[in-house]
């Protein structure tokens, strides 16, 4: 954490093909060990198989998943007096499509099966429906703010 000034933040170029700014968000999250084109082609080829099956634009359907996995509340731990409360907080909008983003790609990575691709469409097709591990990520963050409404007077 900088002491003297925050930095600018940097912005996303779209990516060639789709020109959606979100889309290089999830390709950046992807990739491993800077293998940019191998990400490439893992989501391009995901995306093609998500426009065959819903025959829609598989863009909207991946800001759709997104949209649906981004939570709006979250909780941090606060250390007030000697003990620990979990205090609930909103999210930042940037933050929220971070961890969706983030959610959804770890959820689709322990998915049983064999190639990353069936796994990453799979995964965005259910998160688009309101179902799928990231969801449920979502959710128990959401009760779990909701469980600890009580302690939002500790929020800074």
Known sequence: MPRRRTPKKRFLSPDPIYDSRLVHMVVNHLMKKGKKSLAYRIFYAAMKQIGEITEKDPVQVIEQAIRNATPLVEVKARRIGGSTYQVPLTVNPERGTALGIRWILSSCRSRSGRDMISKLTNEF?????????????????????????AFAKYRI
């Open 125 to 149: 097709l259910d998160a688009s429906k309101n179902m799928g591990n990231a969801i449920r990520k979502r959710d128990e963050i959401h009760r779990m703010a909701e469980a600890n409404k």
